[in-house]
C-alpha cells in the first residue's frame, strides 16, 4: 500500500479539522452521542451536528442535519436522542427531539424565551429546561439597554439586564404543555438538574442582598410544580464552572465550589458534596489542591470520576466515597476533556498532541478509540515534536513547560524561537491538539510548521501546580509570570536550540497581557503578537466582564490607584517597548475588550515602534468565523516572518 504524501499544517486546515466535543452515553451503555462542528467554506460559519456511535466503535453516523445542534441527551428509556438546535439559523435555540428508531426530528418547545440548557426528567415523561432571553422581535427599532446591576457584561451574552435572567421550566412530552417554576426577576436561576425520584429539582441561583459581590453561589431545591416555593440547601464559593449531580439514590448533590472572590482569576476548582437531608458540605479533593473537572457518580454512587490538572498533565481520578481514598484511573498518553459514564460504561473526550479530540471507551484505565473523525486528515500531516521541559526561574521556582520543535527539527542548530503564551491566568498548557478558535496547542503547531521553534510556559499562575502555585501573583500581574517566561527564555537559548537574535512572543487574552508586559520589561524580543491584551489596567476597569475580580483582588481604582498604575506599566512606560507588535481583536469581545489593544498601538504608533492594529468585525473573545481564524493564523506568520527569518 502506498503511503499518503505528508505535509505540514497549514492555516487553510482550519476548514479540514473537525472538532468533536460533548460525549452522552445511553442509558443501557450501549452507544454514545457527541457532537462534531465542521468550518464550513463557503457558508463561511461553524456548523454542528449531532453523531452516534455504538459502544464497540461501529455505526458512527450523523444524527441531525442543518445548521446547528448541541447537548445531545437520551431519554432514560434510550428511544429518544433530544438536543438544542437553531431552526431556522435566526430562530432561538429550542429542544428537538429524534425518535432514534427512526423519522424526522420534531420540535419540542416553542414557548417564549431560549432553552441554554435542558434535562430529562428521570420517568422521561418531562424535560426540564433552562430558559433565558429571547431573541424575539430583532429586526424591530432597538431599544435602550437598562443596566442596574453590579456584574452587567458577559463575553457573547452582551450587556447584562434583569430581563437576560434565567429561569427554570417543565415540559411535559406527550401534550407540550409548559410549567414555569422560578420566575422572580431579581434572580438568574441556572444549572438545574432532576433527583433520581423525580420529585425534586436542584438548581444554582443567589437571593443574597449582594449576591453577585459576594462570589457564592447558593444551592436551591424546589419542586417540579406551578406555584412551589424554593428552598434554600447550602452555598458554596462559586467555581469557574458548575456541575450539580445527584447520587443515584438521592442522598448527595455533586458540586464543584471555588474559592473567596479575591481569588477569583485563581481558582482551582474542588469536589464536593451535599448530603441533601441537612444541607451539609463535604469537600472531597482539598488533599489533592488541584484542579478539578467533569465529575460523574458511577452508576451505585459509590465513587465519583473526575478529571485532575497536575503538573502540565491530565488524568481521571476516582473518589471512592466510603474511604475517602483518591486513585488514579489514566489513561497513560491520553489527555482527557470530558467524562461520561452510564449504563455501567465510562466514555472520555480525548486528545494529544497529534490527535484532535476524540471520544474513547475508558476500560480498567485504558482508552479505546470509538470515534475517528481526523484520521484521514492526520495521516497525511507531520507535526512538531512535543517535549516536556523544566527550568529554574529566577528566584529559584521550578516552572514546567513544553517545547515544540518544527516537524524538520534537526539537532545541533539554532532556530528562530517564540514563546506562545497560554491565557487564564489559570489554565495550563497540557498535550492536547485543540482546533478550535482560541486553542494555544493547535497555533503552536502551525507555528512549528513555519521552521520556529515554540515554547509553552506553564508560568506562575496556573493550574496543575496548587493554589500557593497560582495565587503567587495576586495583586502583582506582570511580576513573576514575566520571570518565568524569561527563564523560558534563557533555557532555550542555553539548551542551544533557540537563536537569541530570534526571539519572538506572543499569546491570547491573558497571554496577551504577559506579551504586552514582558515587552515593556525586557528587549530581547524582535517580534511580539498581543491578541486581546490590555496594558492599561485602569483604562478597562469597567469595560471588560470583570468588576467581581477588580474589587476583590485589586480594590477599585480610587482606593489602590498607585496599585493600578503599577499593574498598568506597559502603557504608562511604553516608552521602554522596542519590540515590532501586532495587536489583534475581536470588536464584540466583552472578556478582553478591544480597546486594550487600540490604547497600545496608538502608543507604539506615537513612539514610532512598528505597530499593527487588525480588528476583527462581529467576533467575541473566541473566534468562531472559519475565514478569520485562517486569516488570523497567515497574520501571525507573516508578522514573525517579517521579523525573525533569516
Do not use: C
Not at 564 to 586: E, M, N, Q
Amino acid at each position: 500500500m502506498l503511503q499518503a504524501e505528508q505535509r505540514t499544517l497549514v492555516p487553510d486546515d482550519y476548514y479540514q479539522l473537525l472538532d468533536v466535543t460533548e460525549p452522552q452515553v445511553s442509558p443501557d451503555g450501549g452507544a454514545v452521542a457527541y457532537v462534531v462542528t465542521t468550518n464550513d467554506r463557503t457558508a463561511d460559519a461553524a456548523k454542528s451536528a449531532v453523531w452516534q456511535v455504538n459502544w464497540d466503535g461501529t455505526d458512527a453516523r450523523a444524527m441531525t442535519q442543518g445548521e446547528d445542534a448541541s447537548q445531545p441527551r437520551f431519554s432514560p428509556d434510550g428511544r429518544y436522542l433530544a438536543f438544542l438546535s437553531s431552526r431556522p439559523p435566526d430562530a432561538t435555540l429550542q429542544v428537538w427531539l429524534l425518535d432514534r428508531h427512526g423519522g424526522e426530528a420534531r420540535q419540542l418547545t416553542h414557548g417564549s424565551g431560549e432553552v441554554s440548557s435542558f434535562a430529562w426528567s428521570p420517568d422521561g415523561k418531562r424535560v426540564l429546561l433552562v430558559v433565558g432571553t429571547s431573541n424575539a422581535g430583532a429586526g424591530h427599532p432597538p431599544k435602550p439597554v437598562v443596566v442596574d446591576g453590579y456584574h452587567f457584561k458577559n463575553d457573547q451574552d452582551g450587556y447584562l439586564t434583569t430581563e437576560s435572567h434565567k429561569h427554570l421550566r417543565v415540559i411535559d412530552v406527550a401534550s407540550g404543555v409548559a410549567t414555569d417554576l422560578t420566575t422572580d426577576s431579581q434572580f438568574n436561576d441556572d444549572h438545574a438538574v432532576w433527583a433520581p425520584d423525580g420529585k425534586t429539582i436542584a438548581y444554582v441561583s443567589n437571593h443574597g442582598a449582594d449576591g453577585e459581590r459576594s462570589g457564592i453561589e447558593e444551592i436551591y431545591l424546589i419542586e417540579p410544580a406551578a406555584g412551589a416555593v424554593p428552598r434554600k440547601l447550602a452555598s458554596v464559593h462559586g467555581p469557574n464552572s458548575q456541575q450539580l449531580a445527584f447520587s443515584p439514590d438521592g442522598r448527595f448533590l455533586q458540586v464543584l465550589q471555588g474559592l473567596e472572590p479575591k481569588y477569583y482569576a485563581y481558582m482551582a476548582d474542588r469536589l464536593a458534596i451535599i448530603t441533601v437531608a441537612n444541607g451539609q458540605v463535604q469537600s472531597l479533593t482539598d488533599d489533592l489542591d488541584q484542579q478539578a473537572s467533569s465529575p460523574a457518580f458511577s452508576d451505585d454512587g459509590s465513587s465519583i470520576d473526575f478529571i485532575v490538572e497536575d503538573h502540565g498533565a491530565t488524568y481521571v481520578a476516582r473518589r471512592v466515597l466510603a474511604t475517602g481514598k483518591t486513585e488514579r484511573l489514566g489513561p497513560a498518553g491520553l489527555t482527557p476533556l470530558k467524562i461520561a459514564a452510564a449504563g455501567g460504561h465510562t466514555a472520555i473526550l480525548g486528545t494529544r498532541d497529534d490527535l484532535p479530540p476524540e471520544v474513547f471507551a475508558l476500560e480498567a484505565g485504558s482508552p479505546r478509540q470509538l470515534t475517528t473523525h481526523n484520521r484521514a486528515l492526520m495521516a497525511g500531516l507531520t507535526l512538531g515534536a512535543v517535549e516536556d521541559i523544566r527550568f529554574k526561574s529566577r528566584d529559584g521556582t521550578e516552572i514546567q513547560g513544553q517545547i515544540v520543535k518544527p516537524p524538520s527539527y534537526a539537532a545541533g542548530r539554532r532556530y528562530p524561537t517564540v514563546l506562545w503564551i497560554h491565557g487564564g491566568p489559570n489554565g495550563q498548557d497540557q498535550h492536547e491538539l485543540i482546533p478550535e478558535g482560541y486553542s494555544p496547542s493547535l497555533e503552536r503547531q502551525l507555528l512549528a510548521a513555519q521552521g520556529y521553534v515554540v515554547i509553552a510556559v506553564n508560568y506562575r499562575g496556573s493550574t496543575g501546580r496548587g493554589r500557593k502555585f497560582q495565587q503567587a501573583i495576586f495583586a502583582d500581574w506582570g511580576h513573576k509570570e514575566v520571570e518565568d517566561l524569561l527563564a523560558a527564555a534563557d533555557y532555550a537559548v542555553a539548551k542551544g536550540v533557540a537563536d537569541p537574535a530570534r526571539l519572538g512572543i506572543g499569546g491570547w487574552s491573558y497571554g496577551g497581557l504577559l506579551t504586552d508586559y514582558t515587552i515593556a520589561s525586557d528587549a530581547r524580543f524582535k517580534a511580539a503578537i498581543s491578541g486581546a491584551g490590555s496594558g492599561d489596567q485602569i483604562g478597562v476597569y469597567g469595560v471588560d466582564e470583570y468588576a467581581l475580580q477588580y474589587n476583590a483582588e485589586l480594590g477599585p481604582p480610587w482606593k489602590s490607584e498607585a496599585l493600578y498604575v503599577r499593574l498598568s506599566y506597559p502603557f504608562f512606560h511604553a516608552d521602554r517597548i522596542h519590540t515590532p507588535t501586532l495587536f489583534l481583536g475581536g470588536d464584540k469581545d466583552f472578556n478582553v475588550p478591544i480597546a486594550g489593544g487600540e490604547q497600545m498601538y496608538l502608543a507604539l504608533r506615537t513612539l514610532g515602534v512598528p505597530a499593527e492594529l487588525v480588528v476583527y468585525p462581529g467576533e467575541f473573545h473566541v473566534f468562531t468565523r472559519p475565514s478569520f481564524l485562517k486569516d488570523r493564523a497567515e497574520r501571525y506568520a507573516a508578522w514573525y516572518a517579517k521579523y525573525l527569518k533569516d
